[in-house]
């Protein structure tokens, strides 16, 4: 691609640029495929943690239905308490990740490593929707869901403190760990172009 930047860094950012929008094309419309692992992990894990708790998901990535076994008093009875969770707010990380690999120098592209990027991913998954679940049924859902979990006040707090992490850092970190880890090489190279030369 003559029209690119001929410099290293200049490449990598225009291309990166370029792929970010189409990746996020991609990620969107093939989220749900893709996120099935973490989701299923994510209700493994929660009833390891309390029997019982998750019976089911329904819906979408992006509005993701969490069946519990909690029931909430209703005026015909009881009702089954079901919550709704965003799973694509902690795997937008993903098609960015995908476009500066895409954007790498070609010396140092490797298909292998968006599979590990995508596997290295998804516990930043589980983890998000794991404390979003928890949250959800700890902080804003009643009584009834305050009794089957149990926690403390201590509890309640790492729960939150858990959920933020999850939210607002673990997809940033995930993603520049991941990155970083697969190209030394290539940060090496941007680095050293945008280094000072040594004065003569």
Not at 27 to 40: E, G, K, R, V, Y
Not at 118 to 132: A, I, S, T
Not at 177 to 200: G, H, K, T, Y
């Amino acid at each position: 691609m003559r029209w690119l930047p001929s410099d290293p860094l200049g490449r990598f950012i225009a291309l990166s640029l370029m792929l970010l929008p189409l990746w996020f094309v991609a990620w969107f419309n093939l989220a749900d495929l893709l996120l099935w692992p973490a989701i299923t992990a994510s209700g493994a894990l929660l009833n390891l943690l309390h029997p019982g708790l998750v019976e089911g998901f329904e819906g979408r990535s992006g509005a993701l239905d969490v069946l519990t076994g909690i029931n909430v008093a209703h005026p015909r009875g009881l009702a089954q308490l079901i919550i709704e969770v965003n799973v694509l707010s902690y795997a937008w990380n993903l098609p960015v990740l995908f476009a500066l690999l895409f954007a790498t120098d070609p010396r140092f592209f490797s298909y292998r490593h968006l599979a590990l990027a995508y596997l290295g991913l998804l516990p930043c998954y589980v983890w998000g929707l794991c404390f979003d679940v928890l949250k959800t049924l700890a902080l804003q859902s009643g009584a009834e869901a305050n009794a089957f979990l149990g926690y403390s006040d201590f509890q309640l707090e790492l729960i939150g403190l858990g959920y933020q992490f999850g939210y607002l850092m673990l997809p940033v970190i995930g993603a520049v760990a991941l990155w970083v880890s697969m190209n030394r090489e290539m940060l090496l190279l941007l680095l050293d172009q945008i280094q000072p030369a040594p004065e003569s």
